[in-house]
């Protein structure tokens, strides 16, 4: 399933100025299912990218097909599994393929910027600053604002 994601993100996700992210249409779906991550993991020290990464990749891959049933492993997976449900009622107006996308965005987004020495819990931390203003990212933030 790795693998095959890898695949995805680098045949569908390879133009920055395509990027899924970046339409107005889809912004509030991917806001409100990462402002669901940081209200509800990033305060819970037990909970890091890693099990992001999974439920991710797990509802990413019954999404596209390759999953037949999406049945939650544990309370993170069931709490995000629900909070895409959510999400994806309240923003019934998007195509089901961008949904997907916005998670396949999500997810490179995830790889990129956790592990390493950066921690796995550097996207925990990158998307708390983009929502609080506050946390370890937050004066990267500021200086990628003043530059606009």
Not at 8 to 29: G, T
Not at 89 to 99: G, I, V
Not at 123 to 134: A, D
């Amino acid at each position: 399933m790795d693998r095959e994601i890898t695949r995805k993100i680098n045949e569908d996700l390879h133009v920055e100025s395509e990027d899924v992210f970046n339409r107005e249409d889809v912004a509030p779906f991917v806001m409100d299912i990462e402002r669901f991550f940081v209200d509800r993991f990033y305060s819970n020290g037990d909970v890091n990218d890693t099990h992001i990464l999974h439920s991710l990749n797990r509802l990413y891959a019954f999404l596209c097909g390759t999953l037949t049933t999406l049945a939650s492993e544990n309370s993170i997976e069931e709490l995000i599994f629900k909070k895409f449900d959510d999400s994806s009622r309240k923003n019934s107006h998007l195509q089901e393929a961008l949904k997907t996308k916005a998670i396949l965005r999500i997810i490179k987004s995830l790889r990129s910027s956790s592990g390493g020495v950066l921690g796995n819990r550097n996207y925990l931390e990158m998307i708390y600053s983009q929502h609080t203003g506050k946390g370890k990212w937050v004066g990267l933030f500021e200086k990628l604002e003043s530059c606009d």
